[in-house]
């Protein structure tokens, strides 16, 4: 992406993003290592992005007078989270440069639309059912689509908004239970792992990848991610890299992307989500890789040259939740920090808020190494440390 005299946005300018989460803080910490200034435009004013940018506008992302400020202050603005209303983009992209688009974002946001974009690029989708109306949910061929599970259209992250359901019965239950809102059915299919593939494209359409990662999940929180050259069936591994391409493409993509599959037992891939912006399963790029996804999340929307990221190390992620934070009784401690920060390649990244809170997201713990079996041996002793379920061979490939 280019200013809007067709030229790169240099250092020393001012990047702006909508959302102050984790996310926004990591892609602030990038782009002030690299010469820019910061502004982000959030709500809350205690927000981890916000607490360390030059500029925080504490605004609704729908606040006419706070985008304004935002236009005026920043050459060129992204997102940290796919729930940013499309409209707000929209409306800063007549006064700036906005990557990824309002149009990316809006399929994104929509379950329904983001399928229909899957199929369009010839990327496969598990077998599923639009459910809009009452008429669609009594037309559902259950023998081809049950057991599955019910997501909302909308606003579903992190296991939310998503039901598992056997029966039509259970169905209908569901259905009512979210509150008969547009939803998708999705069959469950025999799963052996899941895994996501990040990529970063250019205005130009100059497009590159990180290698698959391998993600495992806990109810519906990603909890570990594995990446090495041996981490998944190579055929798998060139199958996701050429499926995210295509998705890129398709939506003429400007950023930083996300895409998440589901290995199946006959070793086939379906796709299962995209994301617009950096992702949990990347956070290991900051120390195992050349050029991190945040750096490149700052080098699409300046319009500067893509390097191809090269990774030097294997590299395991650990999620790090407020439960930590918990003892068995309740009661409130810090995590063994300096025990953990003994182990080798250790690299803990906490977010900066302020109040742990069961099931949020505080930080990340990466492991890094010469070698996967010292990498998998502190990764191990980390998670025994932290109070996190043994990693279990079977969790790795």
């Known amino acids: 992406m280019s200013g809007g005299n067709g030229l790169p946005i240099l250092p020393g300018a001012t990047l702006g993003v909508l959302g102050g989460g984790q996310l926004g803080r990591m892609f602030a910490h990038a782009a002030q290592r690299m010469g820019y200034f910061t502004a982000v435009l959030d709500p809350d004013a205690d927000s981890p992005a916000g607490r360390v940018s030059h500029h925080h506008i504490h605004t609704d992302y729908a606040d006419v007078d706070g985008l304004a400020r935002l236009a005026g202050l920043a050459d060129a603005v992204t997102t940290e989270f796919e729930n940013v209303p499309a409209p707000s983009l929209e409306k800063l992209s007549v006064a700036r440069p906005v990557a990824p688009g309002a149009s990316a974002i809006a399929i994104a946001q929509d379950r329904i639309a983001e399928k229909a974009h899957f199929t369009r690029c010839g990327v496969a989708c598990a077998p599923y059912a639009?459910?809009?109306?009452?008429?669609?949910?009594?037309?559902?061929?259950?023998?081809?689509?049950?057991?599955?599970?019910?997501?909302?259209?909308?606003?579903?992250?992190?296991?939310?908004?998503?039901?598992?359901?056997?029966?039509?019965?259970?169905?209908?239950?569901?259905?009512?239970?979210?509150?008969?809102?547009?939803?998708?059915?999705?069959?469950?299919?025999?799963?052996?792992?899941?895994?996501?593939?990040?990529?970063?494209?250019?205005?130009?359409?100059q497009l590159v990848h990180f290698p698959p990662q391998r993600n495992l999940h806990r109810d519906g929180i990603l909890a570990v991610t594995e990446v090495h050259a041996q981490n998944?069936?190579?055929?798998?591994?060139?199958?996701?890299?050429?499926?995210?391409?295509?998705?890129?493409?398709?939506?003429?993509?400007?950023?930083?992307?996300?895409?998440?599959?589901?290995?199946?037992?006959?070793?086939?891939?379906?796709?299962?989500?995209?994301?617009?912006?950096?992702?949990?399963?990347?956070?290991?790029?900051?120390?195992a890789c050349d050029v991190s996804q945040f750096e490149l999340q700052v080098r699409t929307l300046a319009g500067l040259p893509l390097a191809a990221p090269r990774q030097h190390?294997?590299?395991?992620?650990?999620?790090?939740?407020?439960?930590?934070?918990?003892g068995a009784d309740g009661t409130k401690a810090p995590p063994r920090w300096s025990e953990v920060l003994a182990l080798p390649g250790a690299h803990l990244h906490l977010y900066g808020k302020v109040e742990p809170r069961r099931g949020r997201k505080m930080g990340h713990l990466t492991l890094t190494g010469a070698t996967l079996e010292g990498v998998r041996a502190a990764a191990a002793q980390a998670a025994l440390l932290l109070g996190l379920p043994a990693l279990a061979p079977a969790d790795f490939a």
Not at 243 to 253: F, N
Not at 264 to 279: F, I, T, Y
């Open 130 to 205: 639009v459910i809009e109306t009452a008429a669609q949910l009594a037309a559902v061929d259950a023998a081809a689509l049950l057991p599955g599970i019910l997501k909302t259209a909308r606003m579903g992250y992190d296991g939310k908004g998503q039901l598992r359901v056997s029966t039509h019965a259970e169905l209908i239950d569901a259905w009512q239970a979210v509150g008969c809102v547009p939803c998708v059915l999705e069959k469950l299919l025999p799963l052996e792992f899941e895994c996501s593939v990040i990529v970063a494209r250019g205005r130009d359409g």
């Open 232 to 287: 998944m069936p190579k055929t798998v591994a060139q199958a996701a890299i050429n499926s995210a391409k295509s998705i890129a493409a398709g939506l003429e993509y400007v950023g930083v992307l996300c895409v998440e599959f589901f290995a199946l037992a006959d070793g086939s891939l379906v796709v299962n989500e995209m994301a617009p912006r950096p992702h949990n399963s990347g956070h290991y790029t900051m120390e």
């Open 313 to 326: 190390s294997p590299a395991i992620m650990l999620n790090l939740l407020g439960d930590l934070w918990f």
